[in-house]
């Protein structure tokens, strides 16, 4: 006997683990590289 | 190649260049998957679950051109002792081991609707999984060489050019050994997939590839600010102490 699967439930999973993991790379990136960059911009005034 | 190797030279060209790499990546990624997920056909066999190949595919080649950057950036360090090498393989490693991850993840979203279970212990997955310990293991001999050796130590660089060994075993792995996992569908200049797959698949790589390549230079230029803010603060405290 088959279990019956609905497909549409694997791939949205897929996409939001997908899309979401990614977004979160890219906006943890640039904050770092934003918060690196006034750092050092302070650093220089100093 | 060698002219990048100047600090001032590569932030300028990474100025100009992130913003086009994650604007267009985003764009093409956006672009790719709302018609993998809308408009291209569900496939004869898998139904609607092959939809799931425009995020697996992508993240499968970024896992392992991550490391490729590794053992590239590597290479450059021990040979040519290139500057920015050692900045460059650890801006690589975090983008490597999350595409590493969804590429896991989705396989096993994948493999769950297609061969009824979630994981198999075959090659390829098996190898993939590999992958993922290797960046773990990478990133923590990078920071442990950080902290010790303010990041001189050679270790890292030559883990990376022996890891790179796992990836021609992921890319043969399902041609080597029997496997639940298809063969290349896609190979030098030679496509088994209709166009009507190929074409949102293609774009969904290269707005992905986009998209990495736009982490990796904000990272390294997260990197160099440190470590410019870094020199500058030490150069000020020595200055004030008194001999």
Known sequence: MREAIDPWTFVIASYVIGVGATAVMVAMSLLSMRRAERRRDAARKR | ?243
């Open chain 2, 1 to 243: 190649m060698h002219g990048f190797a100047n600090p001032a030279r590569f932030l300028r060209i990474a100025r100009w260049l992130m913003p086009i790499c994650l604007g267009g990546g985003g764009i093409l990624v956006g672009v790719a998957l709302g018609w993998g997920l809308f408009f291209a056909p569900a496939e004869r066999l898998q139904g609607e679950t092959v939809r799931i190949v425009y995020l697996h595919v992508p993240a499968a080649w970024l896992g392992m051109a991550g490391w490729m950057g590794i053992a590239g950036a590597s290479f450059a360090e021990l040979v040519w002792r290139h500057p920015l090498a050692a900045i460059a393989a650890r801006a690589c490693a975090v983008p490597g081991a999350v595409f590493t991850a969804v590429c896991l993840v989705t396989g096993s979203l994948w493999g769950r609707p297609a061969w009824g279970t979630w994981w198999v212990w075959d090659g390829r997955l098996t190898s993939m999984l590999v992958l993922l310990f290797l960046y773990f293991g990478w990133m923590a001999l990078a920071q442990a060489n950080e902290a010790s050796d303010g990041g001189q130590g050679k270790a890292p660089a030559i883990f990376g050019l022996v890891g790179a060994v796992n990836i021609p075993i992921i890319h043969y792995s399902v041609i080597w050994w029997n496997s639940q996992h298809q063969a290349p569908s896609i190979t030098m200049g030679k496509s088994a997939m209709s166009a009507e797959f190929l074409w949102p698949l293609l774009m969904a790589t290269f707005g992905f590839t986009l998209v990495f390549a736009g982490v990796v230079l904000a990272r390294m230029r997260a990197m160099l600010a440190d470590q410019q803010a870094e020199a500058r603060l030490r150069r000020k405290a020595m200055n004030k102490v008194d001999f």
